[in-house]
């Protein structure tokens, strides 16, 4: 399958801080890359749809303004989690399409798990 | 709006076969995933249909019939190392080409 870098794997942060967090296509160009959030014990929620040279497009609920989205090239794009409370911890994953390859989109990051203290 | 339901819990012994099932609601349907998921770590893609039908790959298996917006996973032989949470995921013309997640079905296998 489509091979999908993220990093960091783990962080912990303070209170107030922000936290980046990098999705990398490794052997692919992607036009796409979604942006997941998962909390303990419950499934992954979609959060944002990040788009190679446009703005990213955010799903109801989601603060665009704490959350944002970077795209600037075709292999990776950012996530940076701005003034971090505890209540975004959670385990952040990402993938990506390849608009030459179906079903790109199926493959995750290995997650970040964000814990903010 | 979409809709995706499996159990929450499942509970099953080595060797045995044990079948997670998933029925969706969703508009412009365009595939259907299934994942596995161990704890603290990122899901891994285990079969796609997108036609009716059954996938077959080593021990898992995966059906889908579209006009009963239903699927299944089959796992055979079960093993230790299968107790994870078991995701199913839907693509719709809706949601672009995101997955949108169902809760997770959470198997324990003993021995």
């Known amino acids: 399958g489509a091979v999908v870098s993220q990093h960091p794997s783990r962080v912990i942060c303070k209170s107030g801080t922000s936290v980046k967090i990098e999705c990398r296509s490794l052997d692919f160009q992607a036009t796409t890359m979604f942006w997941y959030r998962q909390f303990p014990k419950q499934s992954l929620m979609l959060m944002a749809t990040s788009n190679e040279g446009s703005k990213a497009t955010y799903e109801q609920g989601v603060e665009k303004d704490k959350f944002l989205i970077n795209h600037a090239s075709l292999t990776l794009s950012t996530l940076t989690v701005t003034s971090a409370h505890p209540e975004d911890s959670s385990f952040y994953i990402c993938s990506a399409r390849d608009v030459d390859r179906p079903n790109t989109e199926a493959f995750f990051g290995q997650g970040t798990r964000l814990t903010v203290v | 709006g979409q809709n995706i339901d499996q159990p929450t819990e499942m509970t099953a012994t080595e060797g045995a076969i044990v079948q997670i099932n998933c029925t969706y609601q969703t508009s412009g349907f365009n595939g259907l995933f299934w994942y596995q998921q161990h704890a603290g770590e990122a899901p891994t893609f285990l079969s796609y249909?997108?036609?009716?039908g059954l996938e077959e790959k080593g021990r898992f298996s995966s059906f889908l019939s579209r006009s009963k917006g239903y699927s299944y996973l089959l796992l055979k032989e079960l093993q230790m190392k299968d107790s994870a949470s078991y995701l199913c995921a839907v693509r719709s013309r809706q949601a672009g080409t995101a997955l949108i997640f169902g809760k997770g079905t959470t198997l324990s296998v003993s021995s």
């Open positions: 249909n997108v036609l009716d």
